[in-house]
């Protein structure tokens, strides 16, 4: 028996962002028609059974719906029956669900911030990430279809991690306590206002830390990746400590895409990399803000000290090009 989870946020690329920049928009209608892909795929490939998160648009009912109307579906789809409430705990919950019941893979559509939550609860299941959301690093731009067939190769293999590579997350401590993670940076704010979550003025930054980056990436870890690339197979992260206006402070002086359309002047006051198990950290000298993979979620009172550390804990993720190859090379698209 081979099954699926398929976790879609309705939420995702609806933040701020596209409001102060020129960021792609994914609506919902488009994730229903991706997620209808992906069940198609991957009952192509030899799944069974397909769990869907419960969330407000009901993405899962109307995909189950429109494929029996079109007597497409073979495979057994359900809607998970727990408790939602709209928010990002709802990922948390079903991806929760999901490891506990050993679903083959999980497939999620959203953003950086989906993939996070996600990834707080996956620990053995593999995760194909789809990015649906704005100024995505961590998920992959990927066609319904392809993800559909690589989860669900995965899903019916005897050996999934083949086909996968553990990742690396950030682990945030407050005063030696274990707060949150990230899977692509952490960046401390002095805004402190939650508002609509996301994180874009760069005078307002004074640390990022990033466990992956390119300067081929829009966000925060591209002021990173605008003096090196990190890739998610180094065994490494790099972290800076900016100095907003103040040029004279700065020991390098960059432009980078924080945002869509958007290069941005950053001044860096420090720069240092991570290795694995290794932590950069420093004591608040007044209340902040700590965004995790774009988004607010830790308030810091002054005098705390917080604490960044890489590691490799984070979700086994589907490598799909990688495993679309090895499927070719075992025979898995041949026809008996």
Known sequence: MSSIGIIANPASGKDIRRLVSYATTIDNQEKVNIAKRIVLAAQSVGVD???????SFQFGWIVIDDLEIDRKLTARCDVLQIPYMSSAEDTVDAAAWMEGHKVGCVVVLGGDGT????????????????????????????????????????????????????????????????RDIALVDAVVSDDLWVGSRAIWEVS?????????????????????????????????AMALRLCGSDEKGAVRKIRAPIAAGILSPVNIREIKEMGLGEAYGFTARRT????LDGE???????????????????PLRVEIDRTLEK????GLFDRN
């Not at 499927?327 to 075992?330: L, N, P, S, T």
């Open 49 to 55: 059974e397909i769990h869907f998160m419960p969330d």
């Open 296 to 314: 607010r979620e830790i308030r810091v009172r002054e005098g705390q000290h917080v604490s960044f550390t890489l590691t490799r804990n984070g």
């Open 327 to 330: 499927a070719v090379q075992y």
């Open 204 to 236: 307002k930054i004074e640390y990022i830390i990033a466990a992956r980056c390119h300067p081929a990436s829009i966000g925060f870890s591209a002021a990173a990746g605008c003096l090196a690339v990190i890739r998610p197979e180094d065994d490494r």
């Open 115 to 178: 993939s996070r939550a996600a990834a707080k609860a996956l620990k053995q299941v593999p995760l194909v990430a789809i990015s649906t959301g704005t100024n995505n690093v961590y998920p992959d731009y990927t066609e319904g279809t392809v993800a559909g067939m690589a989860a669900g190769i995965v899903a019916g293999a005897a050996h999934p991690e083949e086909f996968c590579m553990r990742d690396k997350r950030i682990e945030v401590s407050i005063d030696g306590v274990f």
């Open 288 to 291: 902040c803000m700590i965004a």
